[in-house]
Structure formats: C-alpha cells, structure tokens
C-alpha cells in the first residue's frame, strides 16, 4: 500500500469508514479511539505504509477484543 492509495476515512483493515470525526470535520478536537486500547497484535495489522494515517474502526477493534478474550477464557 502506497501513500496515494490510504483512504484516511477508510479502515485499513476491512476497508468500511472508520467513522473518524477528526477526517469529517477539521475542527473536530476528539475520536472515539482516543480512550481506547489497541493492542500491538491488532495494530501489526495494519498494512505498511497506512499506520497513523488511517484510523482502525470501532468495529474491528470491538472484534479483535472480543476474538481474543473469547480465546482467553477456553
């Protein structure tokens, strides 16, 4: 992935809008992923190149969570 081709708007792992407030609205001051965790497994999924310039959505962090902790408890 080349730096033309990242969506700042789109997830970068399954490709649906992140629903990013700060890339709708310039003056936006906060996101939702802010206050949350994204563990180091979940970011190494983000392909090169698109790290910290699209934002993981609130979707596919709530999955990779509940996939882990699921995991965890067997």
Same mark, same amino acid.
Do not use: Y
């Given at each position: 992935? @080349?730096?033309?081709?990242? /969506? ?9 809008? @992140?629903?990013?407030?700060? =890339? ?9 992923? /802010? ?5 180091? /497994?979940?970011?190494?999924? =983000? ?5 910290? %310039?699209?934002?993981?959505?609130? %979707?596919?962090? /709530? ?12």
């Amino acid at each position: 992935m @080349n730096d033309s081709s990242i /969506e700042a708007s789109i997830c970068p792992l399954c490709g649906r809008p @992140n629903q990013c407030p700060m =890339v709708a609205d310039p003056d936006a001051s906060a996101c939702w992923c /802010e206050d949350e965790f994204f563990p180091p /497994e979940l970011l190494a999924q =983000v392909p090169e190149g698109a790290a910290r %310039k699209a934002c993981i959505c609130q %979707k596919c962090l /709530e999955n990779h969570l509940g996939v882990n902790e699921g995991t965890r408890s067997n």
